[in-house]
């Protein structure tokens, strides 16, 4: 089966497509934080997004196409947490019914946003287990859609409206991004950021941040070939697992990403630590590793220039995270 | 002496001249939180603009109107925190001296955040000594202005830009607020909100929200005469400890405020937690009075209807907050 690329004009008509379903996330700044990475840093808080995450957005771009008459049988979602929350909660709004695969190992406070919502949840786990058998024996079993968390093209094109947005942002703040660093997992996310920023702001060269040992989109784009992660490998950054770059990201990614960094548990709790100072947000893991990267990774080449991150998500465990605040964890 | 009133007037002007320095901070929704309350509740998140809180709009609407040639002497301040930062900050970038009063019991992110921004900070013992007499000494001895932190014609029409923001982004979401709710201590805020709300959207009804033991205004507009609070009256919310209303306020609040709602510390605890939870900012003890109004003081009548609150600042120490989240305090 062959996917269709999205493009730049898809993640214009899923702006269109989704602006009352979403809110538009402000950017934030702080001297502070300037400081520290020796840039000018212009902060997208998706994490403030209903939901928690900017997975809302890609949800309600595909779930608004799927007709009417075909709603429903409902979907089958397999997401750590946060695609989870976008799912059940567009699900939701259009009377769909969703059941949604969680590892067991998710973060309860995804698992009750999700069933906040009224969806169903399975967790199965995450080692032995294969999420996509199973989702695809449950849409067997109840003629339901599976909606992929990032490798299908609604779904990137609606990410990349986050994009759009900040593009806009930037351009009323008569500024304009020399870099924008984006966290990468699947990459849905920055692939549609990526596109959406090829029509808005050319000249901005985009880089993936990711776990450092959970790498694989750096090594990939190395490499010029998808190059997977070791099987097992860990990170705090529950939100950015997947094992490799998906098969519409991953064009997208060797295209348009200038490389990647990475970053370790202890940078991000870090960057945790700083949301919750300077910029008064709270940020889960894998939503801090962007601005990780941007405050203790950059070549010296880069200081001086003007660096958009996004703060992707913000469901974080109140255990984990009163850990990371009180120094507990590094 | 005798000062002029704000007036509606005076806020879309001090609206035009800060809009280049300060940010619009979203409003926010939650599903979670509009469950707890029973109302359509519309969270302007005030605690992400620039040094932490809303005091910046003021203090940037009255720096900026200080003759250049008056500039050199630099200003004189006493705040518990906010309204320190805020004016520490918009003296840098008018490269005023800035000295600061501050309460010795300040937190200490509010301190550090006035000294990372260049101003000098001297404190004082809040039950023992006059701020104002100090700042006068000061003053005289510099020639510099002393700038208040609420009973000031020019404070109370920057804040109230927070208040024209506010009614922007609730009639551009087609929806209007019956009721706005916003802690109330001097009342600059709450004041030139209130004054904002008359000239664009006269049917809201607006409430403070005050620490139930500190509570001047509700007593205040129940008497329709000034009722300072018991001297050595305490409440966590270290922002929102005056003792009684301004010259300048107690007017706006008597012709424009409906009534108050006391909230208990432990009220204030659970907002701070379930603003991490659900909306994912950071908030103060006192940016989070007007929330616990609105998710636990609420009459029956009020259920149902759309309520605007103002979640005034983030700028709280990290021992206290992770003491919050954890639950260690209540």
Redesign the interface.
Known sequence: MTHPLPTFEDVLEAGNRIQNYV??????????LNKIAGIDLHIK?E??Q?T?SFKLRGATNRLLQIPIEDRSAGVVAYSSGNHAQGIA?VSKRLGMPAIILMPSDAPQ?KVDGVL??GAEVRHYDRNSESREEIAEELARERGAIIVPSYNDAMIVAGQGTCGLEFAKQIELADKSLDHLICCASGGGLIGGIALALEGKSPNTKVWAAEPVEHDDWIRSLEAGEIRPNAPGTRSVCDALLIQEPGSITWPIGARFFSGGYGVTDAQVFEAM?LA??H?????EPGGAAALAAALFCLPENVKGSTVGVVLTG?NVD?DL??DV??GRKD
């Open positions: 809110i538009e996330t402000p950017v934030l700044q702080s001297e502070a808080a994490c403030l209903e928690g909660r406070v906040a919502d630590r919750c100072r910029l008064k947000v709270v940020v913000g109140m995270y009163t605040l009180a």
